[in-house]
Each structure stands twice: as structure tokens, then as C-alpha cells.
């Protein structure tokens, strides 16, 4: 489990490039005091530091006694920010709306009200021009403050036009809190639950859905009501695994940005968001070209000057190009050529440590484990299930359940019979408690129950016999949700034809392309 420190200062210390710890230096160093050249030595301590640790910090900095140590941080804090807003406020259209707001707030102070209002005029149309509706109200009131309190003559029937926009914008921004509401919550249940695992769940995520969704969605045409629309729609056709519906709308939220490509600079996390779930979407459906196409568009943009000099982009687009580039070697069955993303993949898993959740970190295991096992390294694969099963979290109880029963199958494969009745009993009872017990599942655990007693003659045509039902299972909705998490049909072809399960797997892959 990751050393996550939860020291805010230490993590934004830790973030800064050399950059921005030249900048900031010399920005403290202008109007340096006794207390700013303080706040130095303590910035140099914990830049030096692996992780936080207190006593060290004292220990290094003699002047600052334990009683002060909370204000020298919350003012080193506080400088660090200030520095970083002079040299970042032309990457960010809210900050640079935030400054225009400033001064024509520095300029009603001064008496200056006319002078004030062509500044806020001008914030309105930089913000009309980069679809920022949440900021335009904050102008729109401070229009009708200078209004209301000072005889301006600036406009005939201000007044009325006024009300009209602060009427409109209530509007927009009405639908947009509705919708990005929904998409949020949707998102919400599926990190605690992951799919939908039966009917009751189905009927439960699509009430919510209809109770929330707005009534009128033509009312949608700015363009983030169109993109929390979509996100809505993604995420309510990806929990009830309806793959088209779900492509469709993923296809919508990056076409959006393909229109207007200039809020790709706007709201970048949302664009790379977008393109992960479009690739996502083609990985379901198993759209092996359409897939490469779009990894290669997100590997290209990977490299582009808004991802490379904005670390947040940065990790983003690391977890999801990375997540992308392991779906391809599941596709094509090339598991142990994958095998070669694993260094990468764990050195910036710890160089992102302090600012990656907890659940991409188990998708990335989930992944890996699937990788190895794959490959037939069962003993890796176990060891990265470990990691998995080891971390006591509530998020994602699908991959908790899922990622024992791979761990059970590959100690299968490593012939630890001994181990087996024990783990048997055990991830059925955990399954069962979590509600993740589909027919599937059931098939899968009453086969290896029984295979405990079977000779090496008996074992294949029970192999056969486990395989000939659980395709009966493919086309069942509520079925196939083990399916996404485990190609348990491609590792009992392998078992009963005794060639490498990524052998199999690649088969089909040709197999398919061919016929493309």
C-alpha cells in the first residue's frame, strides 16, 4: 500500500517543478523579512524530505519552535499559492476571470463605477466566449450592486436587460446543476459497486435515472448542459452494461470538444476523461481498429504542450493512456509483450503516489494481475491479487470480489490443492456477502468444489462440461458481468485444448480481423 502523506503542504511542496521553486524563491525574496527567509528554510527542508516527518523538520530548522511550526506553515502555504497564481494565471480562464473581477472591484473602491463597468463588460464576453456561465452571474450581481446604488446613465434600460440575463444565466445554470448532479451521482455508485448485478439493481440505478433526468433536454445547447448530459447517459448505459448506448454517448462527450476545440484548453480533465471512456467503450464492444485509431489520437495528445506543462494533466492522462495501453494487449492476446509496460507502470505509480485515489490504483493491480495471469506467470499474478485483497477499502466491491476469485483460479493452476477447500469456502462467503453471486459464479465454484475428487482422465471432460454451460450464460445481461472482469470462456478453451489461455485469445483476434 502506497505511503500516502497527508501533510498539505508537504504535497504541494513535493508538486512543484524547478522551475516554480526558482519563481517562488525570488518571489518571497523581494520583500524579504526575518519571517519570509524563515519560511524559506522550512520550504528547503521539506523539498528535501522523502516523506513528512516532523521531528526531522524541527530538527532541521532550530529557529522555528513546535508552538510555531503550524503558523510558519500555513504562511509558507499561503506563499507558495500566491507565487504560483503570478506565473500560471495565463493557463487558466477562471483565473484570469478571477483578476479581471479583481480590478474592476479595485476600481468601484475607487469611485471609478464607469471605468468598472467596461471592465465587467469585458469579463462577460471573455466568459460568454469560453462557456463560462458559473462565472458570469458573479458579474451579473455586481453589475446590479454599481446599478442600484449609483446613477450611471451608462445604458438605457440597463435595468431590464439586466434581469433578462440574470434570468437566463438562472436557467442555464439551473439545468447544468441538475445534470452534473446526476452524472456525479451515477459516476458515485458505480466506484462503490461497480456494474449492475441483477435486475434489483437495474430497476434501482434506472429510478434514479428517470426520477432525476430533466424533463426537457432540448433545452440543452450550451455546452456543459450538453456535457453533463452525456456524461449522465455514459454512465447510466455503462452500469446496466448496455455497451452501444453507453459508446454512443461517449462518442457525443468527445465530439463536443472536436466542435468547440479551443475547451479542450478549458476544461482539460474532462476532455482526457472523455477519450477514456470513448476507448473504454470500443474495448467493450471489442472494436479492435476504432480502438487503435483512438489510442493513437490519445497518445498524440498525450504530448501535446497541454499535458506536458500541466501536471495534472499529466497524472490524468498517465492513468488513462496507460489502463488504454493494457486493454490493447487483452484485445490482441499479446500478455506477455504487455508485460513490458509493468516498470513503467509501477515507477510512475510511485512517483504519482501522493496524488493517485485509491481506486485507480486497484484498477491498475486489477489489471496487471490480469496481465500476468495471462501470460501464465501465476505466481505474479497472485502477488498483485494480494495487493488487492490486502487493502482494506469500500471502494469498487466488484473488484474485491472478482480479484478473489482469479486469485482461487490461479492457485488452481499452481496445483496448491491444499489451499484450494480453504479459499473455496472462503471467496464464496465473501462473494455471497457483497451480492456478487451471479450464475456464473455459482457454475465456476460447484466445478471446482468437484474438482477436488477428480482424477487427471476426469478433469477435461468436466472442463468441457463447465465451458458448454457457461456459454449458454454470454448473451444474459446479468450474465456477462463476469464475463467484463474475467475471460473465463478463453481460459477453459485453453484448458481443455492445454495451450496458453493468450494463445487462444489471440487466435480470436485474428480470427476476427481477418474476417474484418
Known amino acids: 500500500m502506497p505511503n500516502r502523506s497527508s501533510d498539505a503542504l508537504f504535497q504541494l511542496v513535493k508538486s512543484l517543478e524547478k522551475s516554480e521553486k526558482r519563481n517562488f524563491k525570488l518571489y518571497v525574496k523581494r520583500n524579504s523579512t526575518s519571517e519570509d527567509l524563515k519560511i524559506i528554510q522550512l520550504f528547503d527542508a521539506l523539498d528535501k524530505m522523502e516523506g513528512y516527518d516532523e521531528e526531522q523538520l524541527l530538527k532541521r530548522n532550530k529557529s522555528i519552535k513546535k508552538q510555531q511550526l503550524s503558523n510558519a506553515k500555513a504562511h509558507l502555504y499561503r506563499q507558495i499559492l500566491s507565487s504560483l497564481r503570478l506565473i500560471h494565471n495565463e493557463e487558466n480562464i477562471d483565473i484570469q476571470l478571477h483578476e479581471q473581477l479583481d480590478h474592476a472591484r479595485i476600481l468601484y473602491n475607487k469611485g471609478l463605477y464607469l471605468q468598472s463597468l467596461k471592465v465587467l463588460d469585458r469579463i462577460k464576453e471573455n466568459a460568454k466566449a469560453n462557456n463560462q456561465v458559473t462565472f458570469l452571474l ?45 452524472a456525479l451521482q451515477l459516476y458515485s455508485w458505480y466506484i462503490r459497486n461497480g456494474l449492475a448485478r441483477n435486475e434489483k439493481d437495474e430497476m434501482a440505478v434506472q429510478e434514479f435515472f428517470e426520477t432525476h433526468i430533466p424533463p426537457d433536454l432540448s433545452r440543452c445547447e450550451g455546452f456543459y448542459e450538453r456535457l453533463y448530459q452525456y456524461q449522465s447517459f455514459c454512465w447510466y448505459a455503462f452500469i446496466r452494461q448496455d455497451y452501444l448506448m453507453y459508446y ?10 472536436d466542435k468547440e476545440p479551443f475547451m479542450i484548453g478549458v476544461e482539460t480533465a474532462h476532455y482526457i476523461k472523455g477519450l477514456h471512456n470513448l ?16 489510442l493513437n489520437k490519445f497518445e498524440e495528445f498525450s504530448h501535446s504542450a497541454i499535458v506536458m506543462h ?50 485507480r490504483i486497484l484498477v491498475f493491480y486489477y489489471k496487471i494481475a490480469c496481465l500476468y495471469f ?28 472478482y480479484s478473489r476469485l482469479l486469485h482461487l483460479i490461479a492457485h488452481y493452476e499452481l496445483g496448491n490443492f491444499q489451499l484450494l477447500e480453504y479459499l473455496t469456502k472462503s471467496v464464496y462467503r465473501f462473494m455471497a456477502k457483497m451480492g456478487n453471486l451471479s450464475l456464473v459464479e455459482e457454475e465456476i465454484f460447484a466445478f471446482i468444489r468437484k474438482s477436488f475428487s477428480l482424477s487427471a482422465a476426469q478433469i477435461r471432460p468436466e472442463f468441457e462440461k463447465l465451458l458448454e454451460k457457461l456459454r449458454t450464460y454470454e448473451k444474459n445481461r446479468f450474465e ?12 477453459l478453451e485453453s484448458k481443455i485444448r492445454n495451450i496458453p489461455v493468450q494463445d487462444v485469445i489471440r487466435e480470436k483476434y485474428l480470427t476476427g480481423n481477418r474476417r474484418a
Open 279 to 294: 476507448l473504454s467503450a470500443h474495448f467493450d464492444l471489442q472494436n479492435f481498429q476504432k480502438f487503435v485509431e483512438m
Open 374 to 401: 495471462g501470460s501464465g506467470d501465476y505466481g505474479r499474478t497472485i502477488d498483485y491479487l494480494n495487493k488487492i485483497i490486502n487493502w482494506r477499502v469500500d471502494l469498487r466491491t466488484d473488484l474485491q470480489c
Open 138 to 182: 458573479q458579474v451579473l450581481f455586481f453589475e446590479k450592486k454599481i446599478e442600484a446604488l449609483h446613477i450611471t446613465r451608462s445604458m438605457q434600460d440597463r435595468a431590464d436587460r439586466l434581469a433578462a440575463e440574470v434570468d437566463q444565466v438562472n436557467e442555464e445554470l439551473g439545468l447544468m446543476s441538475k445534470l452534473s448532479n446526476l
Open 310 to 359: 500541466n501536471h495534472n494533466n499529466l497524472i490524468q492522462t498517465f492513468i488513462y493512456l496507460h489502463i488504454s495501453k493494457l486493454n490493447r494487449h487483452f484485445l490482441d492476446g499479446t500478455f506477455t509483450e504487455g508485460l513490458a509496460l509493468v516498470p513503467y507502470i509501477e515507477d510512475k505509480l510511485k512517483e504519482f503516489e501522493i496524488y493517485l485515489d485509491r481506486h
Open 480 to 491: 456477462t458481468r463476469a464475463f467484463a472482469y474475467l475471460d473465463i470462456i478463453s481460459w
Open 248 to 257: 454512443r454517448y461517449t462518442q457525443k462527450w468527445v465530439d463536443l470538444f
